[in-house]
């Protein structure tokens, strides 16, 4: 059974840093398209990172510049580094495989929040 588990969320200033983790268990990890999406409020869920099995990545236009995926597949884990985060980098995060392949079970997410 896939198990997907997020930390890392908390409160902080805008052009601050936060660094996001994912472990995954259940799956041969190093083999899968991974990604971290977000849902803010009244909002639809969003792709805002991905990383190939090759370690290339991916980032929505929001997030580009600021935002670093990696993976650390030794551990299963694939992280979020944000830096100079903004208000509206305000979500609920999640990992999860890139939608082209179809999603496993959803994880409980972590919470980011960016305020002053």
């Known amino acids: 059974q896939v198990q997907l588990v997020e930390s890392g969320g908390a409160l902080v200033q805008p052009g601050g840093s936060l660094r996001l983790s994912c472990a995954a268990s259940?799956?041969?990890?190093?083999?899968?398209?991974m990604g971290w999406y977000r849902q803010a409020p009244g909002k639809e869920r969003e792709l805002v990172a991905d990383?190939?099995?090759?370690?290339?990545?991916n980032y929505a236009d929001s997030v580009k510049g600021r935002f670093t995926i990696s993976r650390d597949n030794a551990n299963n884990v694939v992280h979020l580094q944000m830096n100079r985060l903004k208000p509206e980098d305000t979500a609920v995060y999640y990992c999860?495989?890139?939608?082209?392949?179809?999603?496993?079970?959803w994880g409980q997410g972590t919470q980011v929040t960016v305020s002053s």
């Open positions: 999860n495989r890139h939608p082209r392949y179809g999603y496993f079970s």
């Open positions: 259940g799956i041969i990890f190093r083999l899968f398209y």
């Open positions: 990383i190939t099995s090759d370690e290339i990545t």
